[in-house]
């Protein structure tokens, strides 16, 4: 098993609670392509802050590349949602392009 992975895993034991690390091995997951297990720590990740916007592009393009378009719009739109309530344009916008980008499929 990836080192870096084995270390995220062992903080997440240490504290399940914790949100960047769950996101985090989201991340690692998504890198080596292990698309599942990207998903289930991205949503857990979720689960435990729904306000932390950085989720909601990641776990949008996931589940874009699990080919669930119809699930990905309804986080990016979530997403969008979430950041114009914290007023953050910058996150907004790059949620908002990442939809568009998959509206016609």
């Known amino acids: 098993m990836n080192s870096r992975i084995q270390q995220l895993l062992e903080f ?16 690692e997951f998504w890198n080596l392509n292990q698309l599942e297990e990207a998903l289930v720590s991205m949503l857990k990740a979720k689960e435990l802050d729904n306000e932390y916007l950085a989720i909601y592009y990641q776990l949008g393009k996931i589940l874009e590349a699990l080919k669930e378009y119809s699930k990905a719009r309804e ?28 509206e016609d499929l």
Do not use: C
């Not at 997440?12 to 991340?27: G, K, M, Q, R, S």
């Not at 114009?84 to 908002?96: A, C, P, R, V």
């Open 12 to 27: 997440i034991e240490e504290d399940p609670n914790d949100v960047f690390t769950h996101y985090a091995l989201a991340l």
């Open 75 to 102: 986080i990016f739109e979530e997403g969008m949602r979430i950041a114009k309530s914290q007023q953050n344009s910058k996150t907004y916008s790059e949620l908002e392009f990442a939809l568009e980008d998959i």
